[in-house]
Nanobody, 115 residues
Framework: QVQLVESGGGLVQPGGSLRLSCAASGIVASFSAMGWYRQAPGKQRELVAT???????NYADSVAGRFTISRGNAKNTVNLQMNSLKPEDTAVYYCYANFFGTTSWGEGTLVTVSS
């Protein structure tokens, strides 16, 4: 069974930066896609960024130019570098991974942007 472990959330001031990491375990194969969703209080979960095994990426319009998703050094890991954070980026960030058409989810990590 695939397990995803997220790290790197926390409290940061507006304009600051955070780096989230996600590691998938329990599977030998490589992911077809990994990325992040987020859910703010009272809002629907939204896609933030995706990294595909072929190396392509995509971002939500709201984070493009501020966030960067990349493959980690270890197998089946991805990182999300978040710069110029805004209060509206406050949310629980969930890592996801697709292996053979099946999506697995992490438990989420809270990012709070506040002064």
């Amino acid at each position: 069974q695939v397990q995803l472990v997220e790290s790197g959330g926390g409290l940061v001031q507006p304009g600051g930066s955070l780096r989230l990491s996600c590691a998938a375990s329990g599977i030998v194969a490589s992911f077809s896609a990994m990325g992040w969703y987020r859910q703010a209080p009272g809002k629907q979960r939204e896609l933030v960024a995706t990294f595909r095994s072929i190396g392509s990426t995509n971002y939500a319009d709201s984070v493009a130019g501020r966030f960067t998703i990349s493959r980690g050094n270890a197998k089946n890991t991805v990182n999300l570098q978040m710069n110029s954070l805004k209060p509206e980026d406050t949310a629980v960030y969930y890592c996801y991974a697709n292996f053979f058409g099946t999506t697995s989810w992490g438990e989420g990590t809270l990012v709070t942007v506040s002064s």
